[in-house]
């Protein structure tokens, strides 16, 4: 075998390992073991760790450890390692809070890798929000939030989108299956939905959204179909005002604005073939409105990417299965897809800042 640094000098996806007590190292060393990590990748965890996941599951994998900024050594089942040490000893499914401060850590090293220019993307594995708030770290609520204030951030945007809208022409975009899914909002409890989804938060995510799936995805004129909150879209404020009060005045103002944002539809009927035809993305109220539907049609094979960093960041459409962890049963297919996904976003986005 032979491990040569990348020929094309490429930065590296940076893959955060997400919860160590869960599946999010075994994926990425599956993907290693299989020759299936698309490109150049440096996966961001504790070295001691993946090499004992290795050798309990039986997968030949060389790692290798360097440090960000240093070439990326490739070869047949190589897995480069930007080694990132355990709070505690770590065994497979069974969380531990002491660990919490070690998955920020792997954060932290992959959003200034980014911001260095030392990382083209980032890539995230699942972590467990309980044990890292267990953990010290209250009012954590996940990814997308800690990564919008670590960017100092007024607003990100979760959006969501299966493995065949990644590949879809710009602008030539037909239902077949395929779906990008964005969020006004993301890990609200149902009760305090209805008073977040307001008229600044709207413009905010749809201004957001639109820049995102030009710079990122190259589509030149976005159309964006927006959810009601309410059943029916309100039925004409006999289920609710949200619609009459907030959702279309602000959607009038942003299509004054040259925005290409239709609705509110009901969602029960938005997420049909007719009304997806004419759309190149799908915002819904809040996470459950979108991301069923979303994952029903693709579960295993999308991505979630965060719009409105400074860095381009994909992640993987599922949680930590404990209950797999350390059995080698779970699919690499969703990391392998939000990997890929962030090369081509990175690659998209920094040759419309060059053109």
């Known amino acids: 075998m032979v491990v040569q640094a990348s020929a094309s000098m490429a930065l590296p ?72 040490p355990l709070g505690a000893p770590c065994q497979p499914g069974v969380l531990n809070p002491a660990n919490a ?24 594995a699942p972590l467990h929000k309980g044990v890292i708030i267990d953990g010290g770290y209250a009012g954590f609520t996940g990814h997308t939030e800690w990564l919008r204030d670590a960017c100092d951030k007024e607003e990100v945007v979760m959006l969501l989108a299966t493995d065949d809208a990644l590949h879809t022409r710009a602008n030539d975009w037909q239902h077949d299956g395929s779906l990008r899914v964005a969020l006004v909002t993301t890990h609200l409890p149902l009760r305090a939905v209805a008073d977040a989804v307001n008229a600044e938060r709207i413009r905010r995510v749809c201004r957001i959204l639109t820049e995102g799936l030009t710079r990122q995805f190259g589509i030149a004129a976005p159309r964006i179909a927006v959810c009601g909150l309410n059943p029916h879209a309100g039925e004409d404020g006999h289920l609710g005002r949200e619609e009459l009060d907030i959702i279309i005045p602000t959607l009038a103002a942003l299509q004054a604005e040259g925005l290409d944002v ?67 049963m779970a699919s690499p297919d969703s990391l392998k897809v939000a990997i890929r996904l962030a090369r081509q976003l990175a690659d998209t986005q920094s040759a419309s800042q060059s053109s």
């Open 101 to 124: 401060g070690y998955v920020i850590d792997t954060l932290q090293l992959a959003v200034d890798a980014c911001r260095n220019g030392q990382a083209a993307a980032m890539t995230t």
């Open 262 to 328: 239709r609705g509110p539809f009901p969602a029960d009927t938005l997420f049909t073939p007719r009304h997806l035809a004419a759309a190149d993305a799908v915002l819904a109220m809040y996470h459950d409105q979108g991301l069923a539907v979303l994952k029903y049609a693709g579960f295993g094979s999308a991505a979630n990417i965060t719009l409105g960093l400074p860095m381009v960041r994909t992640s993987v459409d599922h949680g930590t299965a404990l209950d797999l962890a350390g059995h080698g």
């Open 13 to 84: 996806v940076a893959i955060t390992g997400g919860e160590p007590a869960g599946i999010g190292p075994e994926l990425v060393l599956m993907l290693a073991a299989y020759n299936q990590l698309p490109g150049n990748c440096v996966v961001i965890a504790d070295f001691h760790l993946l090499e004992a996941r290795a050798e309990a599951l039986g997968l030949a994998v060389t790692l290798l450890a360097c440090q960000p900024g240093d070439p990326v050594p490739e070869g047949d089942r190589v897995l480069a390692v930007w080694h990132c």
